[in-house]
């Protein structure tokens, strides 16, 4: 059957059309090596089933189905966590890409003006390029398929022009010499005009070399139903299909060149860009500076005016306007830094909270705490938060100074403007403005050392360098 026409029933988006994307996520990746689901791998901080779904249509118009692999659980999880509203579909066996079309018919009974296939797998492609395919569905082609320019086209399918017609799909093992020579590919991603997507998907056969239900055969049967079906080209970069782990790194040098363009376009001075790894969800305000080496996680924002010294980690942190940060610090989730706070070098925070001008400038830990403003958190301060079993929380007040050396066994208070002595255990709560040492007493010998130093050398000729 045919799906119904998209008229008056359902919204339609900015292009006048509604439209159904279904992303083929069945495949299981075993060219990766993993236990990972294939689509689950991360790129920029993000899994590339995350990309696919930002760049596929959105908002009033636009719904969703996502094809998983049975047991892919961890997959439909993760749908559900980034497009609530998709809905998700199992292939039981894997019988080829139309197969895996019609695992999604009931989606595709809804009848939207437009249905769009794209691969899970292939990250690197742009919203401006959906739109770019359905423009050709508006205007009456029956089909648009994605093409680009392969440098090497082995084992993709051949896109078969004939008079500026595309007329054919021919995958690698099926084809000839002469087709093989094609450099025109195919991305993988087709867009099909709703009214008549299910008639055509459904007359896909599988007399092939690998007997499966190839979707590139849409090509064919539009062309023999007498209707057109066009091809929207592309760059190589932006549908780059990942299978294995090298594809995965190669991806990931793509995304961080966009990534690290988009930054410096926005104002980030990196002197060394190509050193500074970047999440596709990282935020900056201006005048940002990140020095060389940096590696940002995903869920970070950058305030302005904050510098990110060379070799500094950071994850899931709110870094506050001015603020510095590193050499060599980690910032791990949960970390929160006010305006003008200082993390200094080999310093770890976790679940911390820093208020505008703390400083914990060399070799600390601060985790599950909180520090008010203007404290000065001395070099080789710990935050003992963990007991074994679970974890507690440190406070730290205002103005607070805590000398070097000093362990904070959580829970613990330290009051506003209190001072704490180095070297210092503290397990009791300090209150404000008091002054807590704790370490046993110094004892001093006069002469002690020249006494020592005679009793060890004595009948003994000092030795020489
Ligand atoms: C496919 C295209 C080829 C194109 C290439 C681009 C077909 C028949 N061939 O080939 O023309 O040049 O992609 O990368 O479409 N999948 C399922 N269930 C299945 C089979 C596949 O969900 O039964 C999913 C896979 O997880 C994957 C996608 O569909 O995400 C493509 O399948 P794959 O086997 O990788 O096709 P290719 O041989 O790469
Ligand atoms: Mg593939």
Do not use: W
């Amino acid at each position: 059957m045919t799906g119904k026409s998209g008229t008056g029933k359902t919204a339609t988006d900015k292009t006048g059309r509604s439209s159904l994307t279904i992303v083929l996520a069945a495949g299981e990746g075993t060219r990766m090596r993993s236990s990972v689901p294939k689509v689950l791998h991360p790129v920029a901080g993000q899994s590339l089933l995350a990309h696919v779904l930002g760049a596929a249509p959105k908002g009033t118009g636009a719904s969703l189905a996502v094809v998983i692999g049975p047991g892919h659980d961890a997959v439909t999880a993760e749908v559900k966590r980034l497009r609530p509203d998709a809905a998700t579909f199992t292939q039981h066996e894997r019988l080829g890409t139309a197969h895996a079309v019609l695992s999604a018919r009931d989606a595709i009974v809804g009848g939207a003006d437009d249905l769009v296939v794209v691969f899970g797998d292939t990250p690197l492609i742009s919203a401006a390029t959906f739109e770019r395919l359905r423009a050709p569905l508006k205007k009456g082609a029956a089909l648009a398929v994605l093409g680009f320019r392969a440098a090497d086209p082995t084992g993709y399918g051949r896109l078969l022009v004939e008079g500026g017609r595309l007329v054919a799909i021919r995958e690698q093992a099926d084809a000839s010499p002469q087709e093989r020579a094609i450099g025109l590919c195919n991305a993988g991603v087709m867009a099909f005009d709703g009214r008549q997507a299910l008639a055509i998907i459904d007359k896909i056969g599988h007399a092939n070399s690998k007997g499966e239900y190839y979707l590139t055969d849409a090509v064919s049967i539009v062309r023999d139903l007498g209707l057109e079906a066009v091809v929207i080209e592309t760059s190589e970069d932006e549908v780059r299909g990942i299978n294995t782990k090298a594809q995965l790194a190669e991806a990931e040098q793509v995304m961080q060149a966009r990534l690290r363009k988009a930054a410096l376009d926005a104002g980030v001075t990196m002197i060394a860009p190509e050193t500074v790894y970047l999440a596709a969800d990282t935020s900056f305000g201006n005048d940002v500076t990140i020095e060389p080496f940096v590696v940002i996680g995903p869920g970070v924002s950058i305030a302005d005016g904050a510098v990110i010294h060379s070799f500094s980690h950071i994850v899931q942190a709110s870094i506050g306007k001015h603020a510095s940060v590193g050499p060599y610090a980690r910032l791990r989730p949960g970390t929160s830094l006010g305006e003008g706070v200082r993390i200094g070098n080999f310093v770890e925070t976790k679940a911390a909270t820093l208020d505008a001008g703390a400083k914990v400038n060399h070799l600390s830990y601060i985790g599950d705490a909180h520090v008010g403003e203007g404290a000065n958190i001395g070099a080789g301060t710990i935050t003992c938060n963990y007991d074994g079993f679970s974890k507690h929380k440190t406070e730290i007040g205002k103005g607070a100074f805590v000398g070097t050396n000093s362990s904070l066994v959580a829970p613990v208070k330290i009051g506003n403007g209190a001072y704490i002595g180095s070297g210092s255990v503290i397990t009791k709560n300090v209150p404000d403005d008091a002054m807590a040492v704790e370490r046993s007493q110094q004892t001093t010998r006069e002469g002690g050392a020249a006494r020592y130093r005679e009793m060890k050398t004595r009948g003994k000729t000092p030795k020489s360098g």
